[in-house]
């Protein structure tokens, strides 16, 4: 078996290979084999990590001990999801319910499930890595190479693009699964993700190859890139950006609505547009605007003057939809971008930089746009931290009043979120040399 090596994760994008859409595990022909067929200590399941082998061996381990997706069926049985199907008037139980399986299991059909296939297992070993029938005995092979495996079935999770857009169809969603605004109402919690954040979090099984750097910044831009992208493929879609009359309210900022009467609200202030305007969810596709301009002056301009007109377009319901289609494509021809840039100490200092002035300068007013603010500012402040950028003790202390003041959404404060911003800020100070 071959260990998981971030040159390969790291490696330039080529542009035809930005969006190669591998087939997502869930919708493969192959079979699924099940949990029974990873878990044994000769393969995944050793309680110890084996010494002499280029692999952990305790991945299984590691996942049903520890990583929360092994739990992800096991919600569905609780109260609270027995009262949302029962509020969504669902024909079946939550746990029965392909709407709900879809995320919170490997929820593939019944002719596609092997003889260790357990429904119950939650979101498995080949939930991610790909039905393991056709691959199963060659990545064992001494003389197999992982090339081959992907050919075989295995998916390309390496690749930061498709990891990006396999966590994202559950984290956000896509054409065929969704969390809605009606099952937000019902009580399904708000989806919130960050590529490289949640990523971090998790309890890691697997190996990098000796003295490579975890390019968090890189992945955390690959994958706002491509949530961004998500969300106006979305606003596009007519099955999924649309609820009867209204359009899908998920894809809007909650807090232009959620929020008390008497907290008169403008979501529409910064972007030149009256009250009332209730504001497209632009978290994503402000941190891209941030990005773009690490790539380029041209593409800065352009994608500011892009979604500005977006907005516009959508206050005014004139050809919002192609206009999102024409924003969709740029982000498109950044993702490539993305990936062949080598993001420099000075990229980097200036993109946290321009994240917290952007924060103070009122972008962030809605809680969604200072919540992805947060992780990004998090995972580049992380980042140019192990590589010696910043050296100064005051940035942690900074960093964690930053996280307060977005801790609860409910209570969220622009005034004390640019509070935090401005103590963050003198804290970083310039460039370490």
């Given at each position: 078996?071959?260990?998981?090596?971030?040159?390969?994760?790291?490696?330039?994008?080529?542009?035809?290979?930005?969006?190669?859409?591998?087939?997502l595990p869930q919708n493969a022909t192959d079979k699924t084999l099940g949990m029974g067929s990873c878990a044994s200590s000769l393969c995944h399941g050793a309680v110890e990590t084996w010494k002499?082998?280029?692999?952990?061996?305790?991945?299984?381990?590691?996942?049903?001990?520890?990583?929360?997706?092994?739990?992800?069926?096991?919600?569905?049985?609780?109260?609270r999801s027995k009262e949302i199907a029962a509020r969504l008037e669902l024909s079946a139980p939550a746990h029965r319910s392909a709407l709900c399986l879809d995320c919170h299991a490997h929820n593939v059909p019944e002719p596609r499930r092997g003889e260790h296939f357990v429904i119950a297992d939650g979101v498995t070993c080949e939930t991610c890595h790909g039905p393991a029938h056709r691959w199963i005995d060659s990545h064992v092979a001494r003389d197999n190479t992982h090339k081959e495996n992907i050919a075989r079935g295995m998916y390309p999770i390496a690749d930061p693009v498709e990891r990006a857009r396999l966590c994202l169809s559950c984290h956000f969603g896509n054409s065929q699964k969704f969390v809605t605004h009606k099952m937000m109402a019902a009580g399904h919690p708000r989806m919130s993700f960050e590529l490289d954040t949640f990523t971090q979090i998790q309890p890691p099984h697997y190996r990098t190859?000796?003295?490579?750097?975890?390019?968090g910044v890189r992945i955390w831009a690959i994958g706002q890139a491509l949530a961004a992208h998500e969300l106006l493929d979305m606003l596009n879609d007519p099955k999924r950006g649309r609820d009867g009359l209204f359009p899908e309210l998920v894809l809007f900022d909650c807090h232009s609505c959620h929020h008390p009467?008497?907290?008169?609200?403008?979501?529409?202030?910064?972007?030149?547009?009256?009250?009332?305007?209730?504001?497209?969810?632009?978290a994503s596709l402000l941190m891209v605007r941030q990005i773009a301009r690490r790539l380029g002056e041209e593409g800065d301009a352009q994608f500011a003057?892009?979604?500005?007109?977006?907005?516009?377009?959508?206050?005014r319901g004139t050809d919002a939809l192609a206009h999102a289609r024409a924003v969709r494509q740029t982000i498109a021809?950044?993702?490539?971008?993305?990936?062949?840039?080598?993001?420099?100490?000075?990229?980097?200092?200036?993109?946290?930089?321009?994240l917290i002035d952007d924060g103070l300068a009122g972008e962030y007013s809605d809680?969604?746009?200072a919540e992805q603010a947060t992780m990004a500012v998090q995972s580049i402040a992380d980042f140019m931290s192990k590589q010696g950028l910043l050296r100064r003790p005051a940035v942690g202390q900074a960093m964690k009043r930053l996280l307060a003041a977005v801790a609860r959404d409910e209570q969220y404060s622009e005034v004390a979120f640019q509070k935090?911003?401005?103590?963050?800020?003198?804290?970083?100070?310039?460039?370490?040399?």
């Open positions: 078996m071959r260990r998981f090596s971030l040159v390969a994760f790291l490696a330039v994008l080529a542009p035809a290979a930005a969006f190669s859409a591998a087939v002499q082998s280029n692999v952990l061996q305790n991945e299984y381990v590691i996942w049903s001990r520890r990583d929360k997706h092994a739990r992800a069926y096991t919600v569905l049985l609780g109260e190859d000796a003295g490579q750097v975890w390019d009467m008497k907290d008169k609200r403008n979501a529409g202030a910064r972007l030149g547009l009256g009250p009332g305007f209730v504001r497209l969810n632009d003057q892009q979604v500005q007109r977006l907005h516009r377009d959508v206050a021809e950044l993702v490539p971008r993305i990936g062949a840039h080598r993001f420099s100490p000075q990229d980097l200092h200036a993109m946290l930089i321009g809680y969604q746009g935090a911003l401005r103590d963050l800020k003198s804290s970083v100070g310039p460039l370490a040399k």
